[in-house]
């Protein structure tokens, strides 16, 4: 169980516990868990940790 807030960008659909895969945060290097996720609806495939969220910005 993760007490984390997920927080999507506008658009996206809620991810429910049940939904949550093993994504790991695509920042160089890093490996953390991907709460955070980025891209077109339908199209989410960047995932980023809390620390490195702000990468996956570019992808919006
Ligand atoms: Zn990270």
């Given amino acids: 169980m993760s007490d984390e807030p997920i927080k999507?960008?506008?658009g996206f659909a809620p991810v429910?516990?049940?939904g949550?895969?093993?994504h790991r945060c695509e920042h160089d290097?890093?490996?953390n868990w991907g709460g955070w996720g980025f891209g077109k609806p339908?199209?989410?495939?960047h995932w980023f940790c809390f620390e490195?969220?702000?990468d996956g910005?570019?992808?919006l």
């Fill in 29 to 31: 290097g890093c490996g």
């Fill in 52 to 54: 490195h969220r702000a």
């Fill in 42 to 45: 339908k199209h989410m495939s």
């Fill in 20 to 22: 949550v895969r093993d």
């Fill in 8 to 10: 999507l960008p506008e």
């Fill in 16 to 18: 429910t516990a049940g």
């Fill in 57 to 59: 910005e570019r992808f």
